[in-house]
DNA sequence: ACCCAGGGTCATA
DNA sequence: TATGACCATGGG
């Protein structure tokens, strides 16, 4: 099966899923740290927090004592490694310039600065330049190799820049019609492997495959309205 | 009580 | 290059 035809099943199935889900392009780039193998709904906790103080900024993040933040980020887990990875990250945006300046950048220019904050892997630089920034990068998360793995496609092991770089290059190959917005194809099937992996397929890896077919039995109550 | 969540870093071999 | 330990809360 090819990439664009699961892309396909699952918006089907699933719906649109109007991803990232933020107030804002800075409130983007901490979840995507917050939620570092931590559930998003302890994330969304903690984001209140920062916002009810008055803190969703890097300039007044930087201006708050570690104890502090780190007691706002506490539902979010790992709140002390976050409460620093938050505030090196908040750090480099002021002394680059901030999100407009940094946004002048090329795409690879712009992950080579990402990555190298302390705190900021691939993934959490990938969905920086994908949901603040609008590059067409494909996130790659524990999600996606497991569901294309289990389909098949990659081996799931492989080192991270060579699934990203299969699933760009495939889906260009793939999609043709739709070369003009990759950024907005790569937008919704991140999101849309997110909400398939919170479905049943979770504990039966058999369905996995099952949910890609017409005749999903799942499919009446997933379906989006 | 156990498992895992929209990872990343560090020490070790 | 590749494992394993560590970080920590909250929901199923």
Not at 82 to 89: G, I, S
Not at 107 to 134: C, F, K, P, W
Not at 170 to 179: I, K, M, N, V, Y
Request: hydrophobic content about 45%.
């Amino acid at each position: 099966m090819q990439l664009i035809a699961v892309f396909d099943r699952l918006l089907e199935q699933h719906g649109p899923q109007h991803w990232w889900p933020a107030d804002s392009l800075f409130e983007v780039m901490v979840g995507a740290i917050l939620t570092q193998n931590t559930a998003w709904s302890n994330v969304e906790k903690a984001i209140a927090n920062l916002k009810r103080a008055g803190k969703l900024s890097a300039r007044d993040i930087v201006a708050t004592p570690h104890a502090e933040l780190a007691a706002l980020l506490t539902p979010s887990g790992y709140f002390n490694i976050k409460a620093q990875r938050l505030r090196q990250f908040c750090e480099w945006l002021l002394e680059n310039g901030g999100y407009a300046r940094l946004a002048q950048r090329e795409t690879a220019q712009l992950r080579r600065g990402l990555l190298s904050v302390h705190g900021i892997g691939n993934e959490t630089a990938d969905d920086m330049l994908l949901y603040a920034y609008a590059r067409p990068v494909f996130v790659i998360d524990a999600y996606t190799r497991r569901l294309f793995a289990r389909l098949g496609l990659v081996a799931g092991d492989e080192p991270y820049e060579a699934v990203r770089e299969f699933f760009e290059a495939t889906l260009a190959g793939e999609s043709p019609a739709r070369d003009d917005d990759m950024t907005g194809l790569f937008s919704e099937y991140h999101a849309l492997i997110v909400a398939h992996a919170k479905h049943v397929c979770r504990k039966n890896p058999a369905c996995d495959r099952c949910c890609l077919r017409a005749d999903c039995p799942s499919r009446q109550q997933s379906s989006a309205a």
